[in-house]
Nanobody, 127 residues
Framework: QLQLVESGGGLVQPGGSLRLSCVASGFSLDLRAIAWFRQAPGKERERVSC????????IYADSVKGRFTISKDNAKNTAYLQMNNLNPDDSGVYYCASAPWPPGNWGCPNFAQYDFWGQGTQVTVSS
């Protein structure tokens, strides 16, 4: 089955860390871009981080720069999002997504290009 399965969410105190995982089944992430999105209640889905063609660049939203790290282990066909120094504004449902590599080297795919999505994993940052 072609799918992305996410795990690693949960409840964490402010200042804590979580590592989200996203395992691809039925297709390979080797030649594809990966991204992480999040959506808080009542807010639009935002792209937290993404990789570009040939994994040439890792791009982060301003709100998470310096705190989050996106990575991909091709041997394990798994993407990760390491989240450090979490604050309550980071709470929400986190989704991984994958897309074919877009033209060029440095830009991420646009939203419509992401053709595989995970089911989402809840992250709650609260004391």
């Amino acid at each position: 089955q072609l799918q992305l399965v996410e795990s690693g969410g949960g409840l964490v105190q402010p200042g804590g860390s979580l590592r989200l995982s996203c395992v691809a089944s039925g297709f390979s992430l080797d030649l594809r871009a990966i991204a992480w999105f999040r959506q808080a209640p009542g807010k639009e889905r935002e792209r937290v981080s993404c990789t570009s063609s040939r994994d040439a660049a890792r791009i982060y939203a301003d709100s998470v720069k310096g705190r989050f790290t996106i990575s991909k282990d091709n041997a394990k066909n798994t993407a990760y999002l390491q989240m450090n120094n979490l604050n309550p504004d980071d709470s929400g449902v986190y989704y991984c997504a994958s897309a074919p590599w877009p033209p060029g080297n440095w830009g991420c795919p646009n939203f419509a290009q992401y053709d595989f999505w995970g089911q989402g994993t809840q992250v709650t940052v609260s004391s």
